[in-house]
């Protein structure tokens, strides 16, 4: 197994962990809910952002995300504001992550068509069926790192 698939499935056991510890709440649609939080600052850490949050909504993008940042620490509020955040009269950015912010960050780590398949699964798109975000993980870490539908 090559280090980028140890990694992928770190990341999968600690979004399980996320789920356990109701940090993550699943949520179809949304890649990570962040539209309550005001930051200032785009290089404030995203760890930072998450951490002061009880919980928050996420798809299975925006969780591989809140647990590849939780576990890294590479991320910073800017790397995933909108993009008008710079527009002068916005005194705090726009956290709003799309599904391309989500899969620059993880394709560190996980290929695209893996991220398109898990995407899929969960979202029940692109006829698959749909599954929940823990089979997911599970999934990925039982088939060493890589999703198998």
Do not use: W
Not at 22 to 30: A, D, L, N, Q, Y
Not at 106 to 132: D, P, T, V
């Amino acid at each position: 197994m090559d280090a980028k698939a140890k990694k992928r499935i770190l990341i999968a056991k600690d979004v399980l962990k996320l789920l356990d510890a109701k940090k993550i709440s699943p949520k179809r649609g949304v890649y990570i809910n962040l539209s309550d939080v005001k930051v200032t600052d785009e290089e404030i850490p995203l760890e930072k952002i998450l951490k002061s949050k009880k919980s928050c909504q996420a798809c299975a993008l925006g969780s591989l995300l809140y647990a590849y940042v939780n576990r890294f620490n590479e991320v910073r509020a800017g790397d995933i504001a909108e993009p008008d955040l710079h527009i002068a009269s916005r005194d705090y950015l726009s956290l709003n992550p799309h599904q391309g912010d989500c899969t620059v960050v993880l394709s560190k780590y996980f290929y695209y068509h893996q991220l398109h398949l898990i995407e899929g699964c969960f979202e029940g798109r692109f006829g698959y069926k749909q599954q929940s975000l823990r089979s997911i993980m599970n999934n990925v870490i039982k088939n060493k790192g890589e999703f198998i539908p």
